[in-house]
């Protein structure tokens, strides 16, 4: 069982930077593949970045890559994920979650544990 919890959120112009952060609970967090996701309004629930239990392996959605980054510390159970040059676009509601998958995967259906989310407003 892996409990996740989410903050960092915020309202902030275009162009400028936010970090958001999962802290989770449960033993066996390094051995989870840790994704985020975001909800707009009206929108499906869609992939933004995952990375593996080492750290060395990510993946990111075509909309953020080059502007996301995500990271871990498997010593402090936490993910983050750096978020530069933000655009109106980006405005959702932030998911973090975790995944028994072996490699990464970028599906919601393959994660088994969702925190509540954080909101991110971006204003042009």
């Known amino acids: 069982q892996v409990q996740l919890v989410e903050s960092g959120g915020a309202s902030v112009g275009a162009g400028e930077s936010l970090r958001l952060s999962c802290a989770a609970s449960?033993?066996?967090?390094?051995?989870?593949?840790m994704g985020w996701f975001r909800q707009a309004p009206g929108k499906e629930r869609e992939f933004v970045a995952a990375?593996?239990?080492?750290?060395?392996?990510?993946d990111y959605a075509h909309s953020v890559k080059g502007r996301f980054t995500i990271t871990r510390d498997n010593a402090k159970n936490t993910v983050s994920l750096q978020m530069n040059s933000l655009k109106p676009e980006d405005t959702a509601v932030y998911y973090c979650?975790?995944?028994?998958?072996?490699?990464?995967?970028?599906?919601?259906?393959?994660?088994?544990?969702w925190g509540q989310g954080t909101k991110v407003t971006v204003s042009s």
């Open positions: 449960g033993r066996t967090f390094s051995s989870y593949v």
């Open positions: 990375i593996n239990w080492s750290g060395r392996s990510t």
């Open positions: 979650a975790a995944s028994p998958a072996a490699v990464v995967v970028t599906t919601p259906y393959e994660y088994d544990y």
